[in-house]
Nanobody, 117 residues
């Protein structure tokens, strides 16, 4: 069974940093694209960053240059390094997995990131 577990969220001051982790289980991790999404209160869930099985990345304009997505296939884990955090980054961050086998999407439970001004 595919399962995703996020960790690393918390409360930080503006300008600070956090590193989120997403541990994946099941399936064939190394061929699946992975992503981080976030949802703030009253807002749509939005793509933050995505990384393909080949290591290509995409970022939302709002985080480009501040956030870095990476993956460690040996650990079945994807990371999101968040630097220069802003209050606008406050949201629940979700890990996403795009299963190559059938195209299904899987989601973690989310981890709260709060940035104080």
């Amino acid at each position: 069974q595919v399962q995703l577990v996020e960790s690393g969220g918390g409360l930080v001051q503006a300008g600070g940093s956090l590193r989120l982790s997403c541990a994946a289980s099941g399936g064939t991790f190394n061929i699946d694209a992975m992503g981080w999404y976030r949802q703030a209160p009253g807002k749509q869930r939005e793509l933050v960053a995505r990384i393909t099985s080949g290591g290509s990345t995409n970022y939302a304009d709002s985080v480009r240059g501040r956030f870095t997505i990476s993956r460690d296939n040996a650990k079945n884990t994807v990371y999101l390094q968040m630097n220069s955090l802003k209050p606008e980054d406050t949201a629940v961050y979700y890990c996403n997995r795009e299963r190559r086998f059938d195209g299904r999407a899987f989601w973690g439970q989310g981890t709260q990131v709060t940035v104080s001004s």
